[in-house]
């Protein structure tokens, strides 16, 4: 098992940048995939980003790509998300999740491992 906490949320200005972590227990973090996601009031939680256990594939939902950069240290149990650029349609409660699958997940049944979730509000 594996468990992780969100941290670095908070509000911020349109066209501003913050950084999420995502830190994990245990000593296998590298064997797990791991994922972004956010779920916005009244909507469904959505995909965000996605990278590997040794973090050399990434991918990203289509709204943020080229604004949004996750990575992960494995030797410190530990995955980001960097975000620059944001919008006030980025406003949203940010989830961590971990996946023994291989390769990159997009999709949210094969991730069994969830954070609490950290909010993240662009104003205007």
């Known amino acids: 098992q594996v468990q992780l906490v969100e941290s670095g949320g908070g509000l911020v200005q349109a066209g501003g940048s913050l950084r999420l972590s995502c830190a994990a227990s245990?000593?296998?973090?590298?064997?797990?995939?791991m994922g972004w996601f956010r779920q916005a009031p009244g909507k469904e939680r959505e995909f965000v980003a996605a990278i590997s256990r040794s973090g050399g594939s990434m991918n990203y939902a289509g709204s943020v790509k080229g604004r949004f950069t996750i990575s992960r240290e494995n030797a410190k149990n530990t995955m980001y998300l960097q975000m620059n650029s944001l919008k006030p349609e980025d406003t949203a409660v940010y989830y961590c999740?971990?996946?023994?699958?291989?390769?990159?997940?997009?999709?949210?049944?094969?991730?069994?491992?969830w954070g609490q979730g950290t909010q993240v509000t662009v104003s205007s």
């Open positions: 245990g000593r296998t973090f590298s064997s797990y995939g």
């Open positions: 999740a971990a996946t023994q699958q291989v390769g990159v997940t997009t999709r949210e049944y094969p991730y069994a491992y």
